[in-house]
């Protein structure tokens, strides 16, 4: 929680005029048992009602300053806990940004999705209660002690035994709860994990009748979370029972000496009632501190887990160039590339040794796991090679600036993510300052005009998150165009026409060809038709290029290719034949 407070400068106002005006309320609050002892030994035995009626306008008063001090002190409170938990917000947003790939698959979006909610809010929570009652409850707590001691020495000797039994009760369950609830927060993650991919995967589910199996598995962890927290919770509900108990002992033999007190004439009534009312205050502020603790040892197992987040180094370090070699010869260089997955095995890519030239169209073929996703995504550094090299326009690309890198590149993964908003918007992602013109042209060229023209709103028409109102085929030739409008010098193709149609995929390519900017095109694809026009082909087979050339050359000598050229194209034409 220390290293989150950072986050808190700027707040310093609040900081102080929050505790400092709940101080004040504390103080009036303090000054009510005097009060009411003054009533009932001065008032009540003479009949005076005039001095009574004037000591309840004092309550009154006492109770109106109170109540202003107490908003006063919210409103602080809460612009503060806000302030801090944005800041913390976007700190953290903005690392995860920041974050490669490969940090990415370890942590897991579930895991980022609670850092960033629940468990931010938690903080929020705690950071608020600090403010509002951490100095607040001690203050009287001690302040009673003191006044009871400007009351009667003996009798306040008993707060002095009660305060440090129920420090000992609060503090103690504060340290046996930290870590459990550290434990409840790793359970939780498991669930909402198990949650975000049964409602992402809720066709598939459906599709293989796995629904008792999914929700059995849910209810596993689910039950696991509630058991961890019911054990959690019994031991915090231990805390006001006992401290209950160590006050209310406390006032027993707080009324047993005042009564002495009072036959021997040693003290009035008015005061033993005063005296009462100081051990109740105590009472209420320990419950008070007692759920406070609560509250912040949780916040403070949230924090961590915020902290551990913000903790993790990015694996990549930017670069300063920020443009290649003009004078290159090559888009696109793979020198002696290995590539493996942290925690993985084996390499998932082995020497690979590839060189593009600018405006050349290169496919890449091969079976389903053999590395062609993880060739193309060390191009715009989504991942950094283990051994060799990656250059475009002949630099290096781990000496690029990523932005700039990732501007000379535009990516359509296999995965079509859009995003809520209109056709324009998501368009507009590729670039910001695009014409409604410069839009329509990268919709036609990525033969993506038809989804526009079947819309009466046309580019306003409003796309669902995800692109749930769309078809697989119209979300991925909406992701081409979006990649298109930005004319990237290099368009990475990662099996992006794998739901459109031969006659539609034709047209694409037919496109593509024709864009008047030439860019360097590489098509990842396991459809042979959809590469077999390239200027080159590159065959990847467990992670190793087994084949590179033109159609005609690699049906001639890569057999792994021939094999994909008849399972694919002559079985089609021989079942077309029949």
């Known amino acids: 929680m220390k290293k989150l407070m950072k986050y808190f400068k700027g707040y310093t106002l609040e900081a102080v005029c929050a505790p400092f005006f709940k101080i004040i309320e504390a103080v009036f609050e303090l000054l009510v048992p005097f009060v009411v002892a003054a009533i009932i030994d001065n008032g009540i035995p003479a009949g005076d009602k005039p001095y009574i009626v004037k000591m309840c306008g004092v309550l009154i008063l006492l109770g109106a300053v109170g109540l202003a001090s ?31 790939f490969t940090e990415l698959d370890k942590l897991g979006t579930s895991t980022l999705i609670t850092r960033l909610t629940n468990d931010l809010n938690q903080v929020q929570t705690g950071v608020n209660l600090t403010l509002r009652l951490l100095m607040r409850s001690p203050f009287i707590v001690f302040g009673a002690m003191i006044m009871a001691f400007t009351i009667d020495f003996k009798a306040a000797l008993i707060f002095v035994a009660v305060i440090p039994a129920l420090s000992v009760v609060v503090f103690g369950i504060m340290l046996w709860t930290i870590p459990l609830y550290k434990k409840v927060q790793q359970r939780l993650d498991r669930v909402l994990l198990k949650t975000k991919e049964n409602l992402t995967g809720a066709r598939v589910v459906r599709a293989f009748c796995m629904e008792e ?18 054990y959690v919770g019994k031991i915090s509900a231990v805390m006001n029972p006992l401290t209950y108990v160590i006050v209310n002992i406390g006032i ?10 009072v036959q021997s004439g040693l003290l009035t009534q008015g005061l033993v009632i005063a ?3 100081y051990m109740s205050q105590i009472l209420v502020e320990l419950v008070k501190l007692a759920n406070l603790i609560i509250s912040i040892t949780k916040s403070v197992a949230c924090a961590g887990r915020i902290q551990a987040v913000l903790e993790i180094e990015p694996s990549m370090s930017d670069g300063d160039i920020t443009d290649g070699k003009s004078d290159s010869e090559y888009a696109v260089e793979f020198n002696n590339v290995s590539f493996k997955y942290a925690d993985a095995g084996a390499n998932s890519l082995e020497n690979i040794n590839l060189k593009i030239k600018h405006g050349e169209t ?71 300052d695009a014409s409604d013109s410069e839009v329509m042209s990268a919709l036609e060229a990525a033969q993506a005009m038809d989804v526009v023209r079947s819309k009466p709103e046309g580019l306003d028409y ?10 697989g085929g119209q979300r991925q030739r909406l992701c ?32 593509l060809s024709n864009l008047e900017y030439n860019p360097t095109v590489i098509t990842v694809s396991q459809r ?51």
């Not at 165009?481 to 037919?510: C, F, G, M, N, Q």
């Open 480 to 511: 081409i165009a979006r990649a298109l409008v930005k004319h990237p010098e290099i368009l990475i193709l990662d099996d992006s026409s794998s739901a459109l149609d031969y006659a539609t995929d034709a047209a694409l390519r037919k496109s």
């Open 252 to 261: 027993i033999a707080l009324i047993y000496t005042g009564a002495l007190k």
């Open 362 to 432: 290169i496919g890449i073929i091969g079976s389903t796991g053999c590395g062609k996703s993880t060739l193309v995504g060390l191009i715009p550094r989504f991942y950094d090679c283990t051994e060799g090299e990656v250059k475009v326009d002949g630099e290096n690309v781990m000496d690029y600036n990523c932005e700039a890198l990732r501007e000379k590149a535009a990516v359509v993964l296999q995965k079509s993510v859009l995003f809520g908003g209109t056709i324009r918007e998501n368009i507009l992602w590729g670039k910001p």
């Open 70 to 100: 107490t908003l006063t002190a919210q409103y602080f409170a809460a612009k503060g806990a806000v302030g801090f938990s944005s800041a913390v917000r976007q700190a953290l947003f903005d690392h995860i940004q920041s974050l490669s």
């Open 275 to 277: 005296l009462y009312n």
């Open 528 to 578: 042979v038709s959809t590469v077999m026009h390239a200027d080159r082909i590159v065959v990847l087979e467990d992670g190793s290029t087994v084949g590179v050339g033109t159609h005609e050359e690699l049906l001639r000598d890569c057999p792994e290719y021939g094999e994909l050229y008849q399972s694919q194209i002559k079985s089609s034409q021989g079942s077309t034949k029949n």
């Open 213 to 230: 199996s999914e929700v059995a598995d849910f209810t596993e962890k689910n039950d696991d979370l509630a058991k961890l927290q019911k």
């Open 462 to 471: 409003v796309i669902e998150q995800g692109g749930k109102n769309l078809s």
